[in-house]
């Protein structure tokens, strides 16, 4: 029995952003009458609630035994599923936002929380928990092809249950969650201008309603970040992880972005797929590799990403670019987060990234709608109503030809300027 639950936590690990995100994405309406915000409520509050919750997770103090907070948040993320579940049952719409809320606020503390609380599994497992997740995955997308609300929702439920039992069976010390309770309030600045951004900006993308006054507040929302966490990037690899958490979130936004253009809804399940196959690849690559190869794995891995992301350009190499440059990016991310610095505030430091990314490419799209469709919200309708048309073909090529051409040149500047530093330091070290 306790193999079975922890199957369960180990597939839950791989789905922890995947599963709820499409389960709760598909759960937007667009046909009601009552317009697109109210129905894409639970899908902004989830979102939202997600990222903000890893700039919360230490801001009552120093964690002293991981265990525990991971029960407090899997009680969090079961209980919102549950309440969602009997929202959607019954068809009340503010047990499914506050559930939302909820398992937004405890699947955010999965990240950080992984190397501590699922502790290492047997080989055996690991291969029934990948069965597994291919299985949740096929099963969704049978469930969102049939419109089976209630079955998307159970399945995540019992994943999700699964893991609760797992967190609650394993021994653990005495010692209490916190050190000491203490709040600090600064923590709550960048958390609370974390949830406003990402509100303003899915928002935006799941309705196309958004006003000048609202973009000013935004930059603004930037600014402060970046004032809040101006020493951060004096660290080339702390550098180097916001420009993949920010390729990385590009690589998935505008996937999806790219098949509602195209009207091809049935193929964003092969997309997440892909996403997830790379991740798993990654992290049997790196396991793969001797102490001595891991600093040229870094300038491959961040050469396969610049070849994935010329593959995306052409349509007919779209998906098979994407499969290249998730991949290199994973392996990259994993190589970065091992010999970089503050390995604490990486989460951190890809959430900025993310939303960044979101911004630029939000910017870009009314940019180019504009230009060549005379209307700034004109692109985003493919996302918001699940319509297509022939014109908007060019434009969204147009965009990720942008969007990619930043991200090689930044990322070429990051990266090589960071590569220096590491021959400099391993010459001094006599590595070299």
């Not at 509100?199 to 993308?205: D, E, K, L, N």
């Not at 690899?237 to 990385?248: D, I, N, P």
């Amino acid at each position: 029995m306790k193999k079975s639950f922890a199957v369960s936590e180990e597939a839950l690990v791989k789905l922890y952003i995947l599963l709820p995100n499409i389960v709760f994405a598909f759960l937007i309406d667009v046909k009601k009458d009552d317009g697109t915000l109210h129905t894409a409520l639970p899908f902004i509050l989830l979102y939202c609630f997600q990222k903000m919750g890893i700039f919360t997770l230490d801001s009552f103090g120093k964690i002293t035994n991981y265990l525990k907070v991971l029960r407090v948040a899997l009680s969090l993320a079961l209980l919102g599923s549950c309440l969602a579940l009997i929202g959607v049952s019954g068809h009340k719409e503010i047990l499914i936002d506050l559930g939302a809320i909820l398992l937004g606020s405890g699947l955010s503390c999965l990240p950080l929380l992984d190397k501590e609380a699922f502790g290492s599994r047997l080989p055996k497992i690991k291969r029934w928990a990948l069965v597994l997740t291919l299985v949740i995955i096929g099963l969704v997308s049978l469930a969102i092809k049939y419109q089976a609300k209630f079955f998307e929702l159970l399945l995540l439920v019992g994943l999700l249950g699964g893991a609760w039992i797992n967190a609650f069976l394993a021994p653990t010390s005495k010692e209490k969650m916190l050190d000491h309770l203490v709040i600090k309030w600064r923590s709550f600045v960048p958390a609370g201008t974390i949830f406003i951004l990402y509100a303003m900006i899915r928002t935006y993308r799941q309705t196309a309603l958004i006003s000048d006054f609202e973009w000013m507040l935004i930059f603004c929302g930037i600014i402060l970040l970046s004032f809040i966490y101006k020493n951060m990037f004096n660290i080339f690899e702390q550098t180097y992880q916001f420009w993949l958490g920010a390729l990385k979130n590009f690589l998935v936004i505008y996937t999806l972005f790219w098949l509602f253009v195209l009207g091809k809804m049935q193929e964003i399940m092969l997309a997440f797929v892909i996403l997830i196959v790379s991740g798993l690849l990654a992290s049997q690559i790196i396991q793969k590799l001797t102490p001595k190869k891991l600093f040229g794995a870094e300038v491959w891995a961040y050469l396969g990403t610049l070849i994935g992301l010329l593959g995306m350009i052409l349509p007919k190499t779209y998906l098979v670019g994407l499969f290249w440059a998730c991949l290199c990016s994973s392996v990259a991310d994993k190589l970065n987060t091992q010999v970089g610095e503050n390995v604490d505030q990486t989460g951190k430091v890809k959430t900025l990234g993310s939303v960044v990314q979101q911004i630029f490419l939000g910017a870009t799209i009314e940019f180019v709608s504009l230009v060549m469709l005379h209307s700034p919200q004109a692109l985003i309708y493919p996302t918001v109503y699940h319509q297509t048309k022939a014109s908007y073909y060019l434009p969204a090529i147009t965009v990720r030809v942008i969007l990619i051409t930043v991200f090689i040149i930044s990322g070429s500047l990051i990266f090589f300027r960071k590569y220096k530093q590491q021959v400099i330091h391993q010459k001094e070290a006599g590595h070299v």
